[in-house]
């Protein structure tokens, strides 16, 4: 007998079943538990789940052409899924150019936008076509977002610096679809060297450059220190 | 052969540690969202509020689901709190003055533009202000702010108990 382990005993014998009827009050209160119980439970630990998407990390689908090719291009029939860090935002991390933010509408405050840093507080900006002005200075605690295609984008040209209050996350990570799976990279000089076929790839690194050199051209750095505001 | 631990001894006692420690962060971030989400108590401070809200130690009742569920209720007059345009870490609280439409007077006490400088409100933006002009840094400074860094209202103030007040639409519109 001790040759048998244990844990290999049942508890009670199979032929033993719990009786569910009306007349069995225990038995009607673990039909009840079961159906609302278990649902509680979970709802008990919403908070955890909901707070690491508002706080941390979230997964977002992406609708518009606006940040095109970068995100949702035209060769593509699906919707981009992208994965959201809202963690280096709260944290206070600084702001750089070039990354890809998701910021709230200024004008419809329940939209929410994506688009790409282009300026950062203490930069000058020539505009494009729908801002009134030539040049702009993006006052302390503004950027300037603007999407990759100008023609389809609603962005800073039309309503100007956007408080850094607004942004709400910074992509990190393409999702679906699966040809562009993997973190976001940054926009670096493709090599071209003899004898290695320029196969789309390159291509689209080429643009993708020449479109980030543009944006850069159009963007002079000054320092924060000839505009210093006194604050009282 | 492995050799005989005190590993199996503390297991229990590792796992109650790290299941308190999820049930208390679980905690903080329910109070948090509906800190952020609801509303709650906040103590106020700063001079820019002064004659309706004391520089320091009052504490007010923020409602913020109201706002979140009809962000287009906002009237002239109102007390709210907003992120502050020019520094995300802060929050701060003014006083609705003029909504989308509103033909405003930048400066009517002439400190800080010509008090015959007007601008008209752009849509989805409000115009705020502090209630004391010298003191306040508000849209006199940086145009008027957009509407999504509204956060809430101030409902009421708690604390200096003989001081309780019941914040409302209080503007009064003077016929010419």
């Given amino acids: 007998m001790s040759l048998f382990p244990k844990f290999l005993k049942l508890s009670r014998p199979l032929t033993a079943r719990r009786v ?213 | 052969m492995i050799p005989p631990s005190w590993l199996h001894l503390a297991e229990p006692a590792v796992k109650r540690v790290g299941f308190t420690c999820l049930h208390l962060i679980n905690f903080g971030f329910a109070f948090h969202l509906f800190k952020e989400n609801v509303g709650g108590l906040c103590f106020m401070a700063g001079p820019s509020m002064l004659p309706t809200l004391d520089n320091s130690g009052e504490l007010v009742l923020e409602s913020i689901l109201p706002h979140r569920l009809f962000p287009n209720q906002l009237g002239r007059g109102e007390l709210i709190t907003l992120t502050s345009p020019v520094d995300p870490s802060r929050i701060i609280c003014k006083r609705v003055i003029g909504l989308p439409g509103d033909v405003i007077c930048v400066d009517p006490t002439g400190l800080k533009a010509h008090s015959t400088e007007h601008v008209i409100v752009p849509k989805g933006h409000i115009w705020v202000a502090g209630d004391n002009a010298a003191w306040s840094r508000d849209s006199r400074d940086y145009g008027p702010v957009s509407m999504a860094l509204v956060r809430g209202r101030i409902a009421a103030r708690i604390y200096p108990l003989n001081r309780f007040t019941v914040f409302s639409k209080n503007a009064t519109y003077i016929e010419h």
Avoid: C
């Avoid at chain 1, 009607?28 to 609302?36: G, N, Q, V, Y």
């Fill in chain 1, 20 to 232: 569910h009827s009306a007349t069995n009050p225990e038995g009607s209160f673990r039909r009840a538990w079961a159906s609302i119980g278990r649902p509680l439970r979970w709802i008990y630990w919403l908070p955890l789940g909901l707070g690491f998407t508002q706080y941390f990390y979230t997964l977002k689908t992406i609708r518009g052409r606006s940040m095109q090719p970068t995100l949702n291009p035209d060769t593509s029939s699906w919707d981009d899924i992208v994965v959201f860090d809202r963690y280096s935002i709260n944290s206070g991390e600084p702001i750089r150019k070039g990354d890809i933010v998701a910021l709230r509408d200024p004008i419809d405050s329940r939209k929410m936008l994506v688009k790409r840093i282009v300026a950062v507080a203490g930069d000058v900006v020539k505009t494009l076509p729908p801002y009134p002005d030539a040049e702009v200075f993006v006052p302390e605690g503004h950027v300037w977002v603007e999407g990759d295609e100008p023609f389809r984008t609603l962005d800073s040209n039309k309503f100007g610096p956007v408080p850094l209050a607004l942004l709400d996350s910074k992509l990190v990570y393409i999702v679906w679809p699966l040809d562009r799976i993997g973190p976001l990279r940054p926009t670096i000089s493709p090599v071209s060297k003899r004898g290695v076929s320029r196969d789309f790839r390159w291509y689209s690194d080429m643009a993708a450059f020449k479109r980030e050199q543009r944006r850069q051209s159009r963007v002079t750095t000054r320092t924060l220190d000839d505009h210093v505001s006194v604050v009282t």
